[in-house]
């Protein structure tokens, strides 16, 4: 089966993944560069350049390592302004996008686990909904005007969950999260008369650096790579836009497509045992 990496099919692509100096974002930068991709790499952790830093440069140096360009930029995407600046300055470098992947999300601290909602603070939702779904729009719609420049062929990846469509941790994480995959999906309808694509992606159980710490190894999750692995296949696919709209799961794109993590495996997928 094909591992995805020292290709250069997306190489001259400019990519943005929002929130990657850590878990998914980091895990789907990292896969775009090992098809030689240039990647803008968000975050607000910014200091570090070593390769397995959890910061902007880090991930940028993680990305070049795998045969891409990385590109760090500081961002609080939290911050309006700030996402403003992020693609002002892809529009003066490059003056196109290829591929927006909004990731970025703010897990509250503490994380919203359990309990009734009247249990947290009403700031899990702004964390949640503000930043796990409000910053994608915002993000999208300073994108869109670039990713209209690469024409026919772009595509935005929102990455959402299982939690958009049954019940996950919290009522305001299983909002924020239906809400991004409605978002997507009504997205894709205005956007399919300019030929771009717009999908939400369902990982399943993934051994994030946040899971690992939290609760330990996790021998049957997904790698935050092969997540980003089925990125890179599915923006490539040949019916990338007869799939616009729509909830595109992992385990799913890795069958469809062959795909391994870095150790050569296909761990178990959420969606086979779930479903």
């Known amino acids: 089966m094909a591992d995805a990496s020292q290709s250069n099919q997306l190489a001259g692509k400019i990519c943005v993944v929002t929130g990657s100096t850590r878990g998914i974002g980091r895990g789907t930068a990292v896969a775009l560069g090992e ?18 830093a959890r910061t902007i440069e880090g991930s940028a140096a993680a990305v070049e390592a795998a045969g891409g360009v990385g590109i760090p ?24 996008i290829d591929l927006l992947v909004n990731n970025v999300y703010k897990i509250p601290n503490p994380p919203a686990w359990g309990g009734g909602f009247w249990d947290h603070p009403i700031s899990i939702w702004d964390d949640q909904v503000g ?13 869109a005007p670039l990713i209209f420049e690469a024409g ?16 996950h941790f919290s009522s305001s994480y299983g909002a924020g999260k239906a809400g991004l995959d409605r978002l997507t999906a009504d997205m894709a309808i205005e956007l399919e008369p300019k030929g771009v694509a717009a999908i939400t992606l369902y990982p399943g159980s993934v051994a994030t650096e946040f899971i ?18 089925s990125v890179a296949a599915v923006v490539q696919a040949d019916d990338l836009m007869s799939r616009s709209g729509s909830i595109q799961w992992v385990e799913d794109l890795v069958d469809e ?17 779930a479903r």
């Open 35 to 52: 098809q030689g991709a240039t990647v803008y790499i968000t975050g607000r952790t910014s200091g570090d350049s070593d390769a397995e």
């Open 73 to 96: 930029v500081q961002a609080d995407h939290g911050d309006d302004a700030q996402i403003e600046a992020l693609f002002a300055r892809v529009r003066d470098d490059h003056g196109k």
């Open 131 to 143: 930043i796990g779904l409000r910053a994608h729009y915002v993000a999208s719609w300073h994108a």
């Open 152 to 167: 026919a062929g772009a595509a935005i990846v929102n990455v959402s969950s299982p939690g958009g469509e049954s019940y």
């Open 212 to 229: 690992l710490e939290a609760r330990g190894e996790a021998p049957e999750a997904q790698t935050p790579l092969l997540v980003g692995r």
């Open 257 to 273: 497509f062959g795909l391994v993590d870095e150790n050569g495996n296909q761990p178990p997928g959420y969606a086979r045992r």
